[in-house]
């Protein structure tokens, strides 16, 4: 099974650390790519795969980008923030782990929370990027680390 993109696996984290419920109709929604469009659930998480560093020719060792996008309820400014705090709680100082078939062994904050505007029904629109380094289960020409 080929690796995901990190965005895939830091889903799966912040779901796990109930930050939010994948595609989630009811409290803080968490989609992949793409901010629905429909008013599904007011609060949402969006996590997008924002490249990264290139990938090491030699060594199986990628650290790729995610750009996480959070918006808020109506007049919910304080709210969209203690949620973006929640969600670098959940992601920095992470342990060596496996995600899916990915070990992760960091995650680092490369932008802090930025308050970007309202948007057109007055929800805040905030946004963080965070560099992941990991080592993918497979890589056809490239020597695992361990």
Known sequence: MPTLGAADDFAT??????????????????????EP??????????LYDAGGSP??????????????????AVQGYAAGYTKCVEIKDALLGLSPK????????????????????????NRPLFSMLF??????ATGTNRTALS
């Open 98 to 121: 496996t995600i899916a078939t990915t070990r992760y062994v960091g995650i680092v904050q490369i932008s802090d929370i930025l308050f970007l505007n309202n948007d057109d029904k």
């Open 55 to 72: 990938p090491n020719p030699k060594w199986l060792f990628e650290e790729p980008t995610v750009r996480i996008r959070i918006r808020g």
């Open 131 to 136: 560099r992941a380094m990991r080592e993918p």
């Open 37 to 46: 469009d429909i008013d599904v659930s007011e609060k949402v998480i969006v």
């Open 13 to 34: 984290e912040l779901s796990d650390a109930g930050v939010g419920t994948l595609a989630g109709t009811s409290g803080w929604g968490i989609y992949i790519g793409q």
